[in-house]
């Protein structure tokens, strides 16, 4: 349990170290901002694929140890299918997360990053505790 916990937090961790990497390095001019930002048409299309994903992947990824297939498989695989769900559903919350915070300092849109702070927020709903996860072993 310990080991399966440490990975997921690890997991968590890394993912929001990297998003804090993109603000530090964009807001200090290490990378260019707006490199993209011309390009509307990209940036119609990229706010409208990650509004979809995020708005679609937070509430499936909240409900996800709730559905009866995955339940069963924690239940009957115990740490090696909480490793293999707890990072399928970190992984619905942080990619979206990073990739937002990318695409807002590539297209300075505002909405990419209300999307992300909206991914941030979401994250501490799954957070990986031991009491969360006796929880999710039942």
Request: charged share 15%; hydrophobic share 55%; glycine share 6%.
């Amino acid at each position: 349990m310990k080991s399966v916990l440490n990975i997921l937090r690890l997991e968590a961790g890394l993912s929001v170290l990297i998003s804090l990497c993109f603000v530090v390095l964009y807001e200090n001019d290490i990378l260019l901002v707006g490199q993209w930002g011309a390009d509307r048409i990209a940036d119609y299309y990229w706010a409208i694929f990650m509004e979809v994903a995020t708005i679609c992947l937070i509430p499936l990824s909240l409900r996800l140890f709730k559905w009866k297939h995955v339940a069963s498989a924690i239940h009957s695989d115990g740490d090696k299918a909480m490793l293999r769900w707890g990072t399928l559903r970190l992984a619905m919350l942080c990619v979206p997360m990073m990739l937002n915070t990318w695409l807002y300092y590539q297209f300075v849109n505002v909405a990419f990053g209300y999307m992300g702070i909206i991914g941030l927020l979401s994250l501490a709903f799954v957070y990986p505790t031991r009491t969360r996860y006796i929880q999710e072993m039942k």
